[in-house]
T-cell receptor, first 109, second 116 residues
């Protein structure tokens, strides 16, 4: 089965940094994805890791350790528009994504 | 920028009725997916589709569900006899490749299905 865990909620101040952790235990591994989802909207792709290490993309970075079954998403210079749910998803074979429950990030002024 | 589109944005139906949810994937994409998200819950995989056949389906995708690519652009999800617990947001997604590096899935805006 698939087990993908991430914190339910996080709160941070505008301009700060927030790190969202994700741990996973899945039957296979073919990449880890982070998506952003605003309430009532579709998930939008943020980042992808398939090898260990850090991937940086502007204000967002994502890290993966396959041996530990662990990833994090780092959001820097937080803006109010970053208030959203952040979904960790594992592609465990060629075709499907298995999602965590999502972490709701609230950015306060 | 190309995007996945879905119609309708909201569908209300009576229990036991059939519904068809429509999607137009990104034009050069070859892999298509349906996911659903019950309110307040996580996104769940339903089915993937490639080369005019189902590649994989979840345990949720039982005999009341079917998918079809009736022409070169549309991808549909049919629910034959809807139940109350089918009420959810249904997302269509597509990707250019599958199983390869960087092959992210792009999601459509979703169809909110309400079964009364």
């Amino acid at each position: 089965g698939q087990n993908i865990d991430q914190p339910t909620e996080m709160t941070a101040t505008e301009g700060a940094i927030v790190q969202i952790n994700c741990t996973y235990q899945t039957s296979g591994f073919n990449g880890l994805f982070w998506y952003q989802q605003h309430a009532g909207e579709a998930p939008t792709f943020l980042s992808y890791n398939v090898l260990d290490g850090l991937e940086e993309k502007g204000r967002f970075s994502s890290f993966l350790s396959r041996s530990k079954g662990y990833s994090y998403l780092l959001l820097k210079e937080l803006q109010m528009k970053d208030s959203a749910s952040y979904l960790c998803a594992v592609r465990d074979n060629d075709y499907k994504l298995s999602f965590g429950a999502g972490t709701t990030v609230t950015v306060r002024a | 920028e190309p995007e996945v589109t879905q119609t309708p944005s909201h569908q209300v139906t009576q229990m036991g009725q059939e519904v068809i949810l429509r999607c137009v994937p990104i034009s050069n994409h070859l892999y298509f997916y349906w996911y659903r998200q019950i309110l307040g819950q996580k996104v769940e995989f339903l089915v993937s589709f490639y080369n005019n056949e189902i590649s994989e389906k979840s345990e949720i995708f039982d005999d009341q569900f079917s998918v079809e690519r009736p022409d070169g652009s549309n991808f549909t999800l049919k629910i034959r006899s809807t139940k109350l617990e089918d009420s959810a947001m249904y997302f269509c997604a597509s990707s250019e490749y599958s199983g390869l590096a960087g092959s992210e899935q792009f999601f459509g805006p979703g169809t909110r299905l309400t079964v009364l």
